[in-house]
Each structure stands twice: as structure tokens, then as C-alpha cells.
């Protein structure tokens, strides 16, 4: 049933950011200049917190435009409307839905869907990643600098060492190609589906994550905060990769 709803929540969700990609709708700014936030974002998150709603009215809730809506049951959905908004809002093909669900504070389920490439990506916890129902698996690459890698920087760029355009340099000095798709939980799915070997990024937060980094694990792969300790969500570092190009990942942020 969980899983049920769950898939049917990413999949209207997914449809209805489609239809609506080319239509006019509303475009407002959070903080930060280009931090956007349209009406599909609003719709999309209204649809799937219905959908929870219907089924599972005592769940919390935790959805990047509405917040906290906090109960005190031990099953959590987290929710990401549209991940890749600006992507969106300038007509770019490359955006989903995310939802993270947690039991007693692990996350159990995750489904991200992107209805432009129709890519239903799902995760169970100790049950594998599927793509479209085939199971998926990280890539096996050994060498940190013969990997393809992908990363996202924060809105608000913060001026410290080893910055994400540090990190970014140290890459791209050695001819890494490091990509920037704009959509964090794409970007844990491909890692998952082996099409990028690692990604890294500064400042998420736990609905760009959820999803997709239960996926990575499922699909055999490691993710962690910047100092190599298991990931949490309500942490901003995330380091995910197919294991083996981990540590050499963590050397490249850390300048060792
Ligand atoms: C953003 C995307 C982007 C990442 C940003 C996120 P949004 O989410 O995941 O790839 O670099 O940090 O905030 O705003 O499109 O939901
Ligand atoms: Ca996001
Ligand atoms: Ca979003």
C-alpha cells in the first residue's frame, strides 16, 4: 500500500509538471535572486500531499515549499515537487519529482520520477534500484580521474575552503568532466543507474536527497557526508559514488 501510493504520487506528480512545462504559470523568487519557486512547484506538491493525505493522514510530512507538517507517527514523507525548478522555469527538459519515506528516522522507500525522459527510478530499502522495474547498479570504474563525474553548487555561494569551485577546479584542472544537470535527485539516480560514477555537492537539503541517495545505496553504491561518515539527509554534504572512487572523491574535496 505504502508503495503503492508512493508510485502513484511521483507518477501524477511527474505528469502534471509535464503538462503544465509549456503553459504560462506564475514564477515567484525566494531568497536569493535566482532561487525560484512557480505555481507548478505549489501544484505538485498539493497533488502529492493529497494523495498522501488520502491514504495515510496521521504521516509527517516534510515538503520543501510547505515545510513541517508534524504528527507523531514514526512514518515520514519527504518531498521534493520539482527538483531542477530553474531547469523548469526555463524550459529545460530535466527536472522531477522526489519522494524520500522514513520509518523510525531510516529511510525505506524512494521514488523519483522524471516525465520527460518517462524514467521511474524506485528504492527499497534492502529490496535493490529499479528503473522502469529492471533493477539498476552503480558503476564499477576504479580510477577517480578516468570517472565521469557530477556535481550542483548552492544558490548562495559561500567563500571558504575547498568552496564547490575549488573543488571544481581541482577537477576540471585534470580534464575530469564534471557535469552540472541542475537536479540533485537526478544526479543520485544516475549515479545509481551507473551513467555517472560519483557526485558530489556543498548544501543540500533533505527532500533534494532522500530519494535518490537510498537509491545509490541500493544500487551498491557509498554515500556519505564530506567527512566519510554515513549520509544523513539533515546534513548538508553529500558524497555518493559506486564505492570504489570514494575515497579518491573525498582526497579531491579535501585537497589531500
Ligand atoms: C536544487 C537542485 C540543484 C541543486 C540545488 C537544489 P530545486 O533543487 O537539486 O541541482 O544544485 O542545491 O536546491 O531548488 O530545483 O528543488
Ligand atoms: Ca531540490
Ligand atoms: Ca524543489
Known sequence: MLKETL?????????????????????????????LVTEVDHASEKLIMDTIRAEFPDHFILSEETGEIVTDSTYKWIIDPIDGTINFANGIPLCCVSIGIEKDGKMILGAVYNPFLDEYFFAERRGGAHLNGRAIQVSTKTDVWRSCLVTGFPYSYLDRPN??????????????????????????????????????EHELQAWDSAAGFLMVVEAGGKVTDFGGRPYSPYQPHLVASNGLIHKGILDVIHDR
Open 163 to 200: 568552496s564547490p569551485l575549488d573543488v571544481f577546479g581541482r577537477f576540471i584542472r585534470k580534464g575530469v568532466p564534471v557535469r552540472r544537470l541542475g537536479s540533485a535527485a537526478i544526479d543520485l539516480c544516475w549515479v545509481a543507474a551507473g551513467r555517472f560514477d560519483g557526485f558530489y
Open 7 to 35: 508510485q502513484r504520487a511521483a507518477l501524477e506528480a511527474g505528469r502534471l509538471i509535464k503538462e503544465r512545462f509549456h503553459s504560462t504559470y506564475r514564477i515567484d523568487h525566494k531568497e536569493g535572486i535566482n532561487n
